[in-house]
């Protein structure tokens, strides 16, 4: 199948990613509108390294955890003791959504490797020499919703006729959608016709489940020093590998028998029977990236007390490889079932925008430590690129789009840390991330609290928690909305639209490391 028809499938099945579908809060909603670029900017937003004392206290000018090289690769020239350390991760995730005046609660978790890794300080008569490498994550992907409701104004098999829509073959082979007219010009959805009424539709009862999971990571190599007194440069280079699941279950159900005309042969005997029962639509979508990202960084002492640091990262091309599958099955009331099913791959490649990070910290002031950072992305800077001359014209639809629905913001977060006694330290923060997108409502405020503590003489275990929260709704399907005035003997004409589900989010994540210093 050419890849401008696995374009088209894949923008219906990846509305949903990491709550890139936002309304505009107009019947049509553009954000649904391209797939790929969508998905460029989930892959684009690398989060916080999961570390537990990073993650609460970001390390543009403060060296804490094994991640904080991902906020500042000089970071690490503060470092005067070798260490190791390895941690675990786990997400748990409460999804609220409305959907055609149905509410529906739906959870789910995932548990994996946070980071890995080691610090080598060397022994320097003045200054600091250091290097380290590992892997740390810093991006999940998990999301579950769960929908069900009654819709009387669109059905899914609306966008399997959408013209240019990858589902239609298979739709069309299992009686989902029809020939719209006698000339057999044109599709229409099974639910549209045979009525009287041209265009009449009786509605049907939806219901559905949506699971995302996955994870975004980075196996690195870092080096700082202290390049002269109180000024510390650092780089690092690291290598991107992240892979990621989509698994839907949509199905829609002739509860109330409405849809009983006989016009379509379901039986050997030649008697007709349309009355259906059910339409199942199953998608699997499976993603993996790989890429390489450069950060360079520095940090000034400016006393023994307050530090000042800034870091950039060069924009950052990615590979991404998609295996999408999707079966439907068609469901009569006499039992008959018709099912086909379609398999792609696909390749494309995604630019990934600079970040730009600047930031401060006071140190050990009676006991208290304080670390800010801001940092800038321009994620209307994300590129995609198919490298085949065929879907130029898509790639330049998809950047365009991306250039003026996406825009620039700055992430801000802020920590503290309190030193109990010489084993036990308390910290928490507060983290603030605006929505990506122009005029978008999905802003996420984050909280996060954690300990360390002195196990044993150079071993200490460090725990996180941190608690995100958001709003935002998003497309459950894109369908063509037609202009049935035209008399039925003609195409009618038609706007692509979304029907959309309210969503209220809480995520979870906990994580807890063991850190040994080396000798």
């Known amino acids: 199948m050419l890849k401008n028809s696995i374009v088209s499938a894949l923008t219906f099945a990846l509305v949903f990613i990491a709550g890139i579908g936002q309304s505009t809060g107009q019947n049509t909603n553009p954000l649904n509108s391209l797939l790929y670029s969508n998905q460029a900017n989930m892959f684009s937003d690398q989060g916080i390294a999961m570390d537990p004392i990073t993650i609460v206290m970001p390390g543009t000018a403060y060296a804490g955890g094994f991640g904080s090289f991902l906020d500042n690769p000089a970071s690490a020239a503060l470092y005067n003791q070798s260490f190791g350390q390895f941690g675990l991760a786990y997400t748990n995730i409460d999804e609220s959504a409305q959907f055609v005046n149905s509410s529906r609660s739906l959870s789910d978790n995932q548990f994996n490797l946070s ?15 250091v290097v380290g490498a590992g892997y740390n994550q810093h991006t999940v992907f998990n999301r579950a919703l769960g929908f069900r409701g009654r819709n009387e104004q669109t059905t899914i098999t609306d966008q399997f006729k959408t013209p240019g829509s990858t589902y239609a073959d298979i739709a069309f082979n299992t009686f989902a959608i029809d020939y719209g007219d006698e000339f057999e010009d044109w599709d229409e959805s099974i639910f549209r016709i045979g009525f009287p009424e041209f265009g009449d539709y009786l509605g049907v009862r939806q219901q559905g489940e949506i699971f995302e999971s996955g994870y975004g990571g980075e196996y690195s190599f870092f080096a700082a020093t202290e390049f002269q007194e109180n000024l510390m440069v650092g780089v690092s280079l690291g290598i991107l590998n992240g892979r990621y699941t989509y698994d839907r279950l949509f199905q829609e159900v002739d509860n109330f028998n409405e849809y009983n005309s006989d016009f379509i042969d379901t039986n050997d005997d030649g008697t ?22 450069l950060r360079a960084g520095l940090i000034y002492r400016l006393n023994e007390v307050l530090n000042v640091g800034a870091s950039y990262t060069l924009g950052t091309r990615m ?5 999408f599958d999707a079966n439907i099955q068609t469901t009569f009331d006499n039992g008959v079932t018709f099912e086909d099913e379609l398999n792609n791959e696909f390749t494309y490649y995604v630019e990934m925008p600079s970040r730009t990070s600047v930031g ?4 050990d002031l009676n006991g208290w430590s304080v670390s800010g950072a801001a940092e800038y992305v321009n994620y209307a800077g994300t590129r995609i690129d198919f490298r085949d001359g065929s879907l130029f014209e898509d790639e330049i639809a998809e950047n365009e789009f991306i250039e003026n629905n996406f825009r620039s913001v700055w992430n801000l977060r802020a920590g503290v840390q309190y030193q109990l006694n ?28 954690g300990t360390g503590i002195q196990l044993s003489p150079g071993v200490q275990l460090e725990f996180a928690a941190q608690y995100k929260y958001w709003d935002e709704v998003s497309s459950v399907y894109d369908y063509a909305d037609y202009d049935y005035t035209v008399l039925p003997e003609e195409p009618p004409t038609f706007t692509v639209r979304s029907e959309n589900a309210s969503r209220s989010v809480d995520r979870w994540q906990v994580l807890s490391t063991i850190r040994f210093n080396l000798y």
């Open 115 to 129: 980071n890995a890794g080691f610090v080598y300080s060397f022994p320097t008569a003045q200054g600091s020499l």
């Open 360 to 363: 401060f910290s006071l140190n």
């Open 319 to 323: 590979e991404v490889e998609e295996i």
């Open 422 to 449: 010489e084993g036990v330290s308390l910290r928490g923060g507060l983290s603030f991330l605006p929505s990506k997108f122009e005029n978008g409502t999905d802003d996420r405020s984050i909280l996060s609290f």
């Open 272 to 293: 007709g029977d349309t009355d259906i029962d059910n339409i199942l639509l199953q998608d699997k979508i499976r993603s993996t990236y790989t890429g390489f990202k």
